[in-house]
């Protein structure tokens, strides 16, 4: 269903790169949202005590080879060292659920399973937030965080989309599940036709990664698989325009 695009790891520099020893220890330590610490492979033994702190904390960290973190760099003084700091704090999953009851309606949200562009989340937070959404569900792992970009690509409306990062997207899923919300999938052999869908209920729509779509365990917690109907040559959709088609026929089956 979506747009294959070519891989890439190395998150371009934003104003949301933090670099140097001190400067990072420090972030870490406030508590402040930091979705993935780069430390240099020469650096490594040097940077133990940070490393220690970013692991109790559940921050992820990229061991890599110094011309990385070189490239990254807007000061040209990392010390080896660069943290990846989020836009803006996540929220938990019962923050989600709250905002949904606060405004007297059934549950809807995305869940990106793996999206590693920052463009195509910043257009998903917008289409979200447009469409009246109560919340996103983003991974820990493998996929980008909140960063200056998302923010940027995101025309402002990642300022009032709260957005949960889970620790294990699966068990999230299951969570919810748990609290009636279903599930619907959206890949090209889907099961079900997108207009035969049953939006009007508590309702996750998930949406996979720009290269290989849902991954299969996640495909596996969907209730249900949904697939848009392709009227034209192609046969595929970016991930963010397929999240605002389906986003806008859950806003039609609740009005």
Known sequence: ??????????????????EGRNAVSELIKSGQAVDKLFVAESAHGR???IIALAKKKGIPVTICDRRKLDSMSQTG????????????DYVSLDE????????????????CDGLEDPHNLGAIVRSAEAAGA??????????????GIVARASAGALS???VHKATNLASTIDEIKKRGVWVYGAEADGTVDLYKADFAGATALVI?????????????????????????QVNSLNAS???????????????
């Open 134 to 147: 109560h919340g996103i569900i983003i991974p820990k792992r493998r996929a980008v965080g909140l960063t």
């Open 241 to 255: 325009n397929a999240a605002a088609i389906l986003l806008y026929e859950a806003v039609r089956r609740r009005i």
């Open 1 to 18: 269903m979506f747009d294959k695009k070519q891989k890439n790891n190395t998150p371009q520099p934003d104003n949301m790169l933090i």
């Open 77 to 88: 003084n990392h010390q080896g060292v660069i943290a990846q700091a989020a836009a803006q």
């Open 160 to 162: 009032h989309m709260p």
């Open 208 to 232: 996979g990664s720009e290269g290989s779509g849902i991954s299969r365990l996640i495909r596996e917690k969907c209730d249900f698989i949904v697939s848009i109907p392709m009227r034209g």
């Open 47 to 49: 940077m133990g005590e």
């Open 96 to 111: 989600l659920f709250e905002r949904a009851e606060q405004k007297g309606e059934q549950p809807l949200f995305v869940i």
